[in-house]
Each structure stands twice: as structure tokens, then as C-alpha cells.
């Protein structure tokens, strides 16, 4: 009995996060430490930390999978899959409504024009984060060489398949560094095959079933899982790669409704891997209501549970990897390379827009707000929104 009281207790906390986290994960980790160390103390801060690097070194969101983690030690998979839904639920049904919304505006040919400044601040939002993650991350010559051949590469090579495969290779060209980091006594690695099984199992028969019936709700979870599967670095990372595919070659959503979308993502506390249910509602947005939330419900699936497979097949034997310093000399490539990816999204995302003073006045107010004041990003766009409207 008092188990499962301290299983609901958790659960709560893991709810009250879910509404009150805004940020990404570098800021989601903070919350974390103040409720599920300090406060609750379900583990040590080194626990923490611990997990958290274990989740940059796999694909997926990394906030997500930390929590899920922290879920499996506590009381195995069951709790996990419960963490991972009491988390994502109430930004997942925020995006999709937001979607929803998007769409019923268009077809009764509302304006939105007060949405008109929104794209040109999401572009600020993202070019914050390119800031951010080469200033954390980016310490080496090796790692802004990295960095700058992601970007200019990624800028020509507009290809989903092509983020993953920068992200690896430059993986393996940083883990030859090993001899930098210190060394550890290694312990004999055994592995359990079970969830990697599963998670491989799933993306093959996605793939299959996807190819063979062309039904759009199917492609849409391969789609996703795909990419939930091959993302490093979160969802910033995710947008330059989303944007190609759902934008640029198969033109499910305009550049328009993609950037008001990121935007509200940025602006909702929660994960940022959310922004899946608003383009999977979007896309499904010709099947009515019901379909926007079945395509907006069967995308956030698709995008959360490859991280959540390999998390848990992972955490089993983390201790024993960790202490190969080709591992972790690995990170040092993975990180610079993300920054790189989307240092060049925030160019080719602000291409689209409109060459007018307002564009660029709202891209690099949103980028100095974010930089120098302490301003939630929802009230950055809500500020935005009554802008749009008033002016």
C-alpha cells in the first residue's frame, strides 16, 4: 500500500510538472532537481545528472526520457509508461486543439492576421536556441569545425535522412578523442534485448505496413517514429528536419502554419516534442475534427515511444557503458552538430518570410527578449498575437 501511494504521489509531481515546465530540457532539467530531488527526494541530485547525460546520449526528447527513467527506477514499466503519459498528455491536447483551431480559422476564412508577426518570432526562438546550445555546448576547435560543417551541409542537403547521419558521423569522429577523457575500471556489459527488440520490431513493421497500404495515419506514426528514433539533441533539432519533410517536399502544412505551430509549442510548458500533434492534426486536417485528433494523438505516439524503448533498454546496463571514454567522447561531436543543425534551420525558416522591416524587427526582438529579460515565452507570444491584431 504505501508503494502505490508513493507511485501517486510521484504521479502527481510528474502532472504538476507537466503544467508548470516551460523551456526545453536544458530548463526542464532545473524543475526536475527543485521537485523530484530536493522536495521529494526519489533521488540524488548525482542520480539525476547521471540519467540526464545517459538520455543525451540517445535519441529522443531528452526531458521525456529523463522523467520515464526516473518512472522505470521507481517502480518499473508500468509507472514509466504512466509517467510518460501523465507528461506529455496535456501539451500533446494543447497542440492538437491548437490545430484544430488553425484549421477551422481557414475554412471560414477568418483572418489570421494577427498570427502575421507569430512565423518571425518562432524564427527568433530558434536562432535563441542555435545561441544557446553553441555557447553550452560548442568548447572545442574540433567541435566548431563540426558545428559550422553541419550547418552549411545541412543548408544544401535537404533530406530527412541527412540530420541523423551528420549527427553520427559526427559522433564517431569526436569518440577517436577518447584518450581526453579519464579513465574508468570497466565491468563486463550484459545486455538485455528485449526492449531494443521492441523498438526495432515496431519501426519495421510501421515502415511495411506504411508502404503497402499508403494509409496516411500509418505513415504519419512511421514518420514519426522514424524520426522520434534518429533525433539527437531535442526538439530543436527536430524542426529543421520536420520542416523539410512535412513542408518542403510533401507540403502537408505552409510554412506558415508550421512556424505558428512551433511557436505555440515554445510557448506551452511541457515538451517541445509536442509540436508532433499539432503537424499530425494539421495533416489529417481533411478527415474532420475526430481524424485532426486521431492524426494529432497517433503522431505524439509515434515521436515518444522510440525514446521510451531505448531508455529502458538502455538504463539496464548505462553503468557499465559509461565508463568506455569513447562514449563519452562521442557527446562532443553529437552536441556540436546539433547546434550546427539548427544554427542553419533558423536561416532556411526565415527565408519564407516576408522582407520587411517587421519581420526582422520582430525576429531579433523576440531573440533579445529571450536573451536579456526574463519574459516566459508565452507571454512573448501573446505579446506577439496583440501586436498582430492591434497594429
Known sequence: MYQQVRYLVFLKDVLILSVSTFGGPQAHIAYFLKILVQKRKYLSEEDLIEINSLCQVLPGPTSTQTLTAIGFKLGGPNLAYLTLLVWILPA?????FAAVIMEIFQERN????FTRFVPAMAVGFVSYAAY?????SVHTRTGIV???????LSYFIRSPFFYPAS??????ITAFKYKAQPKEEKTPILIRWENFALWAGVLIVAATLGALTHNLPIRLFENFYRNGSLIFGGGQVLTPLLYTEFVEL???????????????AQSIPGPVFSFSAYIGALTMKHSGIGGQFAGGLISAAGIFLPGTFLIFFLIRFWDS???????????????AASAGLVAAAAVFLFQPLD???ATYAFTVGTFVLLMFKRIPSGLIIILGLLLGYFL
Open 92 to 96: 500533446v491536447l494543447i497542440m492538437i
Open 110 to 113: 477568418v483572418s489570421l492576421s
Open 132 to 136: 544557446t546550445m553553441s555557447i553550452k
Open 146 to 152: 563540426l558545428m559550422i560543417l553541419a550547418a552549411v
Open 167 to 172: 549527427l553520427i558521423v559526427a559522433g564517431v
Open 250 to 264: 510533401k507540403h502537408y502544412l505552409t510554412s506558415r502554419e508550421f512556424l505558428s505551430g512551433y511557436a505555440i
Open 321 to 335: 557503458l559509461k565508463k568506455y571514454r569513447a562514449v563519452r567522447a562521442s557527446l562532443e561531436g553529437i552536441t
Open 355 to 357: 522582407n520587411t522591416f
